[in-house]
Every structure is written in C-alpha cells, then in structure tokens.
C-alpha cells in the first residue's frame, strides 16, 4: 500500500514538483543563511580560538572583541605575571595596516606580533614552512585566503615579499589560521618585527595572554588583575563570549534570524497547503482503500509517506544547493570562512522536517477519520 | 441451513439534530440469501445508499441490528469489521472510482496488498481475474485510457479478485449505456453467483432488474414491498 501511495504521489507530477520544490527552496535559504551566520559567529571568535595555548586573555576595559583592541599600556605585563595563579603571561600584539604586494596590489592585512621567545600566539598548525621560520625580524607567515588575497591567481610557493609602510618582509610559510572576522589575510611574525610596523602608536602589547596555575580558581584570577591593572581579565571562552554578545547587539544576526524564520514559514506553508491540496484531491481514492479494508493506521501511514518522501527529496536538493553554493563562496578568499557545518545542515532539515511532519499528521489523521461511505455519494 | 448472507432487523439511521434532524431509514427489515441477486430499488434519496453504507459497516445505524454470514456488526471489534470488509465484501461503485495513479492490473490488485498479500501474488492474481474478464491486454495500462464498460468491468475484477461472499454494487450500468451495462450485469451474475456468496445491487435501472432474484424495492427510508421476478418462471 505505501508503494501505491507513493504512486499516486509521483504520478501527480505537478503538485509532487510543487512540493519538492517548496522545501527546496525552504532549505536552502535556512540553510543558506543558517550557515553564513554560522560562519560569521565561528570568525567572531576565530583569532581567539587560534591561541590553543593561552587560556587567560587580559585587555583595555574599553575592548569588546578582538577586532576592535586598544593596546594595553606598557608595563602591564609584569603586573600581570606578578599575580598569584598567573603561570606565566606573554605579550600579543595586533596591528591593522596595509600591504603592498611585489606585483604593486595593495591590501589591508591583520600583523598578529607574538612573543618571540615563546612564540604563544601562533595557530596551532603550519600548512606550510615551521613556526621558528618566522622568529628572525623582518619575517612573517601568511594564512591560505591571505595569500590568495595578496598574490590573486598566483601559485603558491615561498618566499615572497611584500611591504608595509617602508619595511620590506619576507613570506616564509603558510599558517592554517582560520578565517577572521575581517576577512583581511592574517600575517603572523615576532612582535620585534610587528613593532617595526606600528609607527601610528607606541605602544608595544595589544593583548597579554597566559595561563592559569594548576589549580587556580580562573574567575578569581581574573578578579585579582582586573584590581591590580584595572584592565578586563577573561578565559578564552569568556572572551570569546563578550565578542559574541558584542557582535550581536549590533543587530547583523537578528536580519539572518530574520531570513531563516521566513524561509522556515515560506517553506512549510507552500509545503502545507500543496500538500493539503494533493490529500483532498485524492480523498475519495484513500476513501476507496478504507472501504476496501485498509486500516486507518495504514492509511495514514501512506499519507505521512508521501509526505516524507516530498521532505527527503527537497531536504537532499536544499542540502546539495547549499553545499554547492557555500564551496563557491569558500573559494573567493575574502569569503572563505563561509562553510555548511554538518551541525546546521542536519539542524534545518530537521526543523522543517518537524513542521512540515507536524502539518502531514494533521492531514493524515483527517483523512483517517474521514467517513468512508463518500465513496458512495461521489 | 446456510444464514443469510446479509440481515437487517429494524434499521433506523438519522443524521443530524433538532430541527435539522433527518431520518433516513425508518425501520428496515430486509435479508439476502446466498447464492443470489438482491436488488434495492427506489427513487433518488429513498435510503439506498445509506443502507448499503450501513450493511458493509461503514456506517453504524441509529437503532436496529445488520448480520452478515450470521455474524452481528455491532458486536464486533472495529479492527474484526475492517477485517470482515477486506476479506468477505467486494464492491462496485457507479463512478468505478479506480485509481488513476495505477495501472489496470495494479487497481484490480489492491483488496490483495491490502489484505498484506505479496505484490507479486497479487499482480498474478489480478491479471488471472482481468483475463477471465476480457481485459487481459489491458493489464498495464492507466485507467484513463479504458471506455466507461471496460472501467466497469475493471472493477468488477477489483471487486471479485479476493473471492468474496458478499459484492455490493452501487449503481453499476448507471454510468454505461443500454448494452454495456448488460454486458457488465452477465459478468456479474456469471461470476459472482455461487452457492456461498451474495450479489447485493442497488439500482434503479429496470433495464437490468431480470438478472435479479429478489428486488427489495424502497421508498422514504422504507422497503415497500419484495418482488421475486423469476419465481414464476422458475415454476
């Protein structure tokens, strides 16, 4: 019976399209925008995530995520290191410049200045090259969309100059730096070489980032910098935290919610009614059924068939066009954070699959309940 | 002795309330034997339908009793009378209501699925009764593509594929000319008569009521009276 269901389904060409269609298209946009928003909350945090080895991050009080740092003062560091649970602290210096290529293309680059002796602050792979490739001054490693930034269309290989302001520096790798915020590439070197492009400002530490002690209690760590400093002492994790609410009370993420609700109500109500229409205008064919002695647990079974039947169709077209467009958008390196995390394709099918399950049931059981002797008087 | 195929003792059905109210069966006694053609006549709106409706279960009555092969409907579990349908009733509807979705064999094969048969069984089943019925070059094709007599005779097939003891027709040559119905109303009595199992017509067609061994005839919700049109022939 649920073949014959299905049958009757297919057959119906018109509405079975329409339906397909309809929770194609839904996926797709939740999907579509589920995954940028996605993406822009993963590089919210990208940089802070990047730094594997330095749970404690202390800033300017003013700082509400990484992208927009005030340098803190200096002399700060050893303040930090004095206090009781601080296993150790380094310096972490962030600068906005802009870059100029040997083939002449200017373009705005994010220098991240780490400790040269300890070299904390770096990504925690190398895609290409070793991270002591970038300790002498004058050096520095580039991320793969930064590349493709700087040096559009070109192979990749090392070294390669580039110039910012009037100092020359030498490409010695590749870091597998995620996709920031910014979409600007990511230049790693040692802070003596990113103090040589900080001209604008004399200060020598945007950031001081550390550890904890075995042992210690993080928050009141944090506490006793804040008093001691009067700067803002964080996990990562909190960190990451305020740059999301920070983010968020911009109102970017509410237009994306917004687009995700609508493509949500598009897509289950055209699903809804087209399927409602299919299911009324094969009534007194399911009446049929009835009167021939299929179940009401079968029949309903046949209509929620077909209804999952349209739900897996569009939701595997909704996933593949999504999936094609986010491969596209990856490949433009300004765009390259944009991805379809499995989490958010599963996500949306699963919702609109809930709602449009829901509408079916409903749809389903009516017909179930229907009084069978229509067969009769139609 | 066999009991009757079908008996109703006292059938009342009423639909709606109040001023609304309408009594449609107004105490029905009426039995059909095995091994013959009843026929329910009347005018438009006597009760035929609602009748039938209650006979094969889909319908419960207001008051009164329906057995079928001596078993009472109303004492029966709901799950027992979807059973009895499946298994023991065949029916015929005046507008044939085949699925149009479905290929000939597959609409003849469908009291069979239902009844949880193997799809293939089933196919051969149907393709068996549509070859005894002259339709056995159609098997694959869409409904849609038969005339009116052949789509009858499609469900004639669909009807009695599942060999049951009861066939309810509804009005079945009202949509076919003179001559096809006729055709139709042979198939029928050829085979669907048999000592065991019932032929149970609704019609008010008296171009076809000879075929008939006994016509209940009705009027406002009542059986008048009972013609018996062989027996002085047979006599």
Same mark, same amino acid.
């Given at each position: ?378 | ?56 279960? $889909?319908? !419960?009555? #207001?008051?009164?009793?329906?057995? @079928?092969?001596?078993? /009472?409907?109303?004492?029966? +579990? %709901? ?43 089933? $196919?051969? !089943?149907? #393709?068996?009764?549509?070859?005894? @019925?002259?339709?056995? /070059?159609?098997?694959?094709? +869409? %409904? ?43 198939? $029928? ?47």
């Amino acid at each position: 019976m649920i073949r014959i269901a299905l049958t009757m389904l297919r057959t119906d060409r018109a509405k079975c399209t329409a339906m397909i269609l309809a929770v194609t298209f839904s996926v797709f946009l939740m999907q579509n925008q589920c995954a940028i928003l996605a993406s822009l909350y993963r590089m919210m945090t990208a940089q802070i995530d990047d730094v594997t080895d330095a749970p404690l991050w202390v800033m300017e009080p003013d700082t509400r995520c990484f992208e927009q740092a005030k340098p803190v003062k200096d002399g700060t560091l050893e303040r930090v290191r004095s206090r009781s649970g601080v296993a150790w602290a380094v310096p972490l210096l962030k600068i906005d410049t802009m870059a100029r290529s040997d083939s002449g293309l200017l373009c705005t680059v994010t220098v991240m200045g780490v400790d040269e002796a300890s070299m904390v602050g770096l990504p925690s792979r190398f895609r290409i090259g070793q991270p002591e490739a970038i300790r002498p001054a004058g050096t520095c490693a580039v991320d793969p969309g930064g590349y493709a930034q700087l040096f559009p269309g070109e192979p990749v290989h090392f070294p390669r100059r580039i110039r910012i302001l009037d100092e020359s520096l030498v490409l010695t790798g590749m870091t597998e730096a995620s996709a920031p915020f910014t979409g600007f590439p990511i230049l790693h070197c040692s802070r003596v070489t990113a103090l040589r492009l900080n001209k604008a400002e004399n200060r020598t530490a945007t950031f001081i980032i550390g550890d904890f002690t075995p042992g210690a209690n993080r928050a009141a760590v944090c506490e006793s910098i804040t008093a001691a400093t009067g700067l803002s002492a964080m996990d990562r994790a909190g960190f990451g935290e305020m740059a999301r609410r920070f983010y968020n009370s911009q109102g970017v993420p509410r237009l994306f919610w917004i687009t995700i609700a609508i493509g949500l109500l598009t897509g289950t109500a055209i699903t809804a009614q087209t399927f409602s229409m299919f299911v009324r205008e094969h009534t007194t064919q399911l009446a049929v059924c009835r009167v021939m002695g299929v179940t009401r647990a079968r029949i309903i079974a046949m209509v929620l068939c077909q209804g999952l039947f349209v739900l897996s169709i569009g939701c595997a077209f909704g996933t593949g066009l999504t999936a094609i467009t986010t491969h596209a958008a990856a490949s433009e390196p300004f765009l390259r954070g944009i991805v379809l995390p499995p989490q958010v394709a599963a996500g949306t099918c699963a919702a609109l699959a809930a709602i449009t399950i829901a509408a079916v049931t409903i749809m389903a059981r009516r017909v179930a309940l229907m009084d069978p002797a229509i067969v009769f008087r139609s | 002795m066999n009991p009757p195929a079908v008996h109703c003792h006292q059938i009342h059905r009423h639909f709606g309330n109040g001023d609304t109210r309408v009594h449609v069966l107004r105490g029905i006694d009426f039995t059909a034997a095995s091994g013959q053609i009843t026929f329910l006549a009347g005018p438009s709106g006597c009760g035929k339908t609602t009748l039938i409706s209650v006979i094969a279960g $889909l319908l !419960q009555p #207001s008051s009164g009793s329906v057995s @079928l092969f001596g078993r /009472d409907l109303a004492s029966m +579990p %709901p799950d027992d009378a979807v059973r009895l349908r499946r298994k023991d009733i065949g029916f015929v509807f005046q507008q044939y209501h085949l699925i149009p979705a479905l290929s000939v064999a597959e609409n003849v094969a469908v009291p069979l699925l239902a009844a949880s048969m193997k799809r293939r069984d089933a $196919l051969e !089943q149907a #393709s068996a009764i549509l070859d005894k @019925l002259g339709l056995g /070059d159609r098997l694959h094709q +869409p %409904p849609a593509r038969l005339s009116g007599g052949q789509q009858q005779r499609v469900a004639l097939a669909r009807a009695l594929v599942h060999q049951p003891r009861l066939v309810i027709c509804d009005e079945p040559t009202a949509a076919l000319d003179h001559e096809t119905g006729h055709r139709v109303m042979e198939l $029928l009595a050829a085979s669907a008569v048999h000592p065991d199992r019932a032929v149970l017509v609704v019609s008010h067609d008296n171009r076809i009521f000879h075929f008939a061994d006994a016509i209940a005839h009705m009027d406002d919700g009542i059986i008048t009276h009972i013609d018996h049109p062989n027996a002085t022939t047979t006599a």
